[in-house]
C-alpha cells in the first residue's frame, strides 16, 4: 500500500519534470501595459488623447522594483515566456511539496524500522512478551 503511494508520488514527480523541460524558454517578472506620449508634434496623444500603449516587464531585484522595456514585435513571445516562467514556479513548487512528501514517509517507515532493530539488537528478552502473558 506505501509502496504503491511511494511509486505514484514518484510518477508525479517525474510527469512534473518532464512538463519542466518542455516549457521552453522563460522570463521572471511581472508584465505591466502602459501609456506614453510620443514625439511626434501634431498626434492627438499631446493633447493627452490616445496615448500610445507600450509593454513592460517588472520585477523586483533586491527590494527595487525593475522595469524591462518590451519592444512591440517581441510582446506576445515575451508574454509567452512569462507564462512558463510562472509555470515552472508552480511546477517546482509541487515537486518540492512531493518530494517532502517521500521524505516524510521513510522518515516514518525509519523510525518504525529503527525500532525494530532496537528490540532485536536488545538481550532483555522482557522486552518482547511472552504469548502467555498477553
Ligand atoms: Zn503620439
Redesign the pocket.
Known sequence: MELRTEKRIQGSIELRIRKLGELGPMLQGTPVRKY?????PD????QGK???PFLVVSTKVARKTQTLYVPVAMEETVLAWVKNYQRAKTLLGEISGLCEQLVRMHSGRARVASQRELLLESNAPQTFPEPSSI
Open positions: 506614453r506620449k510620443c514625439a511626434t498626434c492627438p496623444c499631446k490616445k496615448l500610445h
